[in-house]
C-alpha cells in the first residue's frame, strides 16, 4: 500500500457538488493499494500513519503525533499511486482491481477509526474534488513495501 500524506490546516472531499467529507487540523491520506497487499499491510499503514510525529509541540519542533495533535484524518482512495509512468500516457495495471483495494481501503479506515480517530472519506471509485489547506507544507510517502 502506498500513502501520500499531507498535514493540512482543514481538507474536504466533495462529490458532485456536495462536500462529503470534512476535517480541520490533522491529515489529508491518498490511500493507493498494490495487487499483493492483504490486510496486515492495511493495518501496518494506518500504525504508521497515526504515529508519525510531524506535529509542532510547545517548543516549535515537529515532535507530536496525530493523536496527541488533536487531529483528524481525511482518507481518499487514490488508484493512481502505482502509475507506470514510462510512456507519457500513465498506466494503471499496477494498482489492484476494486474488489481487492476497497475492502483494504475500508480496513485502513476501520483501523484508524478503531484507534480512536475521527476519519472523514470520500468514496472509493468516485470522481472526486479535494481540497486541502497544506500545513508547512508537511507531506510524506508511505509505501509499506519499503519496510
Not at 500513502?3 to 489529508?28: H, M, P, Q
Not at 481501503?105 to 479535494?130: K, L, P, Q
Amino acid at each position: 500500500m502506498r500513502a501520500v500524506v499531507t498535514r493540512v490546516k482543514e481538507a474536504s472531499v466533495t462529490i458532485d457538488g456536495v462536500v462529503r467529507g470534512c476535517i480541520g487540523k490533522g491529515f489529508l491520506v491518498l490511500l493507493g493499494v498494490g495487487p499483493e497487499d492483504t490486510e496486515a499491510e492495511a493495518l501496518y499503514l494506518a500504525d504508521r500513519v497515526a504515529g508519525v510525529r510531524v506535529f509542532a509541540d510547545e517548543a516549535g519542533k515537529m515532535n507530536l503525533s496525530l493523536a496527541a495533535a488533536g487531529g483528524a484524518l481525511l482518507v481518499v482512495s487514490q488508484f493512481t499511486l502505482y502509475a507506470d509512468l514510462k510512456s507519457r500516457r500513465p498506466g494503471f495495471t499496477k494498482a489492484a482491481k476494486p474488489e481487492i483495494a476497497k475492502p483494504l481501503y475500508e480496513a485502513f479506515i476501520a483501523e484508524c477509526r478503531r484507534r480512536g480517530f475521527t476519519v472523514a472519506e470520500g468514496e472509493f471509485g468516485a470522481d472526486m474534488a479535494v481540497a486541502s489547506v497544506n500545513d508547512g507544507p508537511v507531506t510524506l510517502l508511505f509505501d509499506t513495501a519499503e519496510r
